[in-house]
């Protein structure tokens, strides 16, 4: 069972990333580069300074334009070592590179190497992972789409020559979808999860089972409405020993305003609940969350804000059960291809961490 915990996290960041991937890539390609056919360059930097009086600073630079990117990040701590990560790529034509190097204070390397292609409904994805040893980790990825149907494959290979895979296909349209996914693991034991739902007139439905590889399942229910300025979703979950914890959210948008009110109640009938409600408009925002445990005690988060004319301000206050505070105040500005970010997080002890960052944009046609 720990291989199968450990894939668990393994597959959810990589199959998180792969979703994103492609959107992330044509949106950047569309807002950023290929838009008007634009090149620039952007620079940032990040100062923190700790409750000690010792300093973190982070400078970060690139560039983008003509199918070609570079992004280049150095951080310094307070000792003065230096970790480094420079990243470059190509993209366009159906085809993409993306190339990155880590290096630590030790001088010792790690690489990342990826290339792929899309288009024509179908889009291929490899990875090579390479340590500072010399070791190498490989993720292959495949896959189609289109026509209210797709599929992904993918091979995770590690160093010592084991592989785990995911399989995974779907269908979507006409208010209804489904997505079956079968994880296997280097012993050949697989672990199924699927899912299916209904979208539409107000109404959602969405039912997933997961079942591991001892053939147990877990069950997610959920459905849920929404419009007019109001919205539903409850959620029972149920493990495999048949016990069932329940999230019940409701809440209220529009005009202005917004409330959120969820209760999630335990296999054991206790019940927490989180009531937040704010404000929004004019260059201004309220939020106030409220959290209360199965004890009856309770936790606070207050925040407040202007934004506008090139400025902004957030000041969040913490406040825990046993009445002692922390906050978070924070500003900046922002225009003419500039930024700066200001803040600062006070503990209960009074002690303090200040963030200061500043950046710059230029973009040339």
């Known amino acids: 069972m720990r291989w199968t915990r450990n894939l668990g996290v393994a597959v959810l960041a990589i199959v998180v990333t792969a979703g994103l991937a492609p959107a992330q890539f044509r949106r950047m390609s569309r807002a950023r580069w290929a838009r008007g ?3 620039g360059r952007w620079f940032r930097q990040t100062s923190r300074t700790g409750r000690n009086g010792h300093t973190r600073t982070v400078q ?3 560039s983008y334009g003509n199918g070609q990117y570079s992004r280049n990040k150095t951080v310094t701590g307070a000792n003065g070592k230096t970790a480094t990560v420079n990243a470059n790529g190509t993209y366009g034509n159906g085809q993409f590179t993306r190339n990155k190097t880590i290096t630590g204070p030790n001088g010792k390397s790690a690489t990342v190497n990826a290339n792929g292609t899309y288009g024509n409904g179908q889009f291929s994805k490899d990875k090579t992972i390479t340590g500072p040893n010399g070791k190498s980790a490989t993720v292959n990825a495949n896959g189609t789409y289109g026509n209210g149907q797709f599929s992904k494959d993918k091979t995770i290979t590690g160093p010592n020559g084991k592989s785990v895979t995911v399989n995974a296909n779907g269908t979507y349209g006409n208010g209804q979808f489904s997505k079956d996914k079968t994880i296997t693991g280097p012993n050949g034991k697989s ?13 959602f439905t969405r039912d997933k089972t997961v079942t591991g590889p001892n053939g147990k399942s877990a069950t997610v229910n959920a459905n849920g409405t929404y419009g007019n300025g109001q919205f539903t979703r409850d959620k029972t979950i149920t493990g495999p020993n048949g016990k069932s914890a329940t999230v019940n959210a409701n809440g209220t948008y ?7 009110d969820k209760t999630v109640t335990g296999p054991n009938g206790k019940s927490a609940t989180v009531n937040a409600n704010g404000t929004y408009g004019n260059g201004q925002f309220t939020r106030d969350k409220t959290i209360t445990g ?3 005690k309770s936790a606070t988060v207050n925040a407040n804000g202007t934004y506008g004319n090139g400025q902004f301000t957030r000041d969040k206050t913490i406040t825990g059960p046993n009445g002692k505070s922390a906050t978070v105040n924070g500003s900046g500005t922002y225009g003419n291809g500039q930024f700066t970010k200001t803040k600062t997080i006070t503990g209960p002890n009074g002690k303090q961490i200040t ?4 950046g710059s944009t230029s973009k040339q046609n």
């Open 254 to 260: 529009g005009n202005g305003q917004f409330t959120r």
């Open 191 to 203: 672990a199924t999860v699927n899912a299916n739902g209904t979208y539409g007139n107000g109404q």
């Open 37 to 39: 056919g634009r090149s």
């Open 60 to 62: 970060s630079s690139g």
């Open 355 to 358: 963030t200061t960052t500043s």
């Open 294 to 296: 199965p004890n009856g």
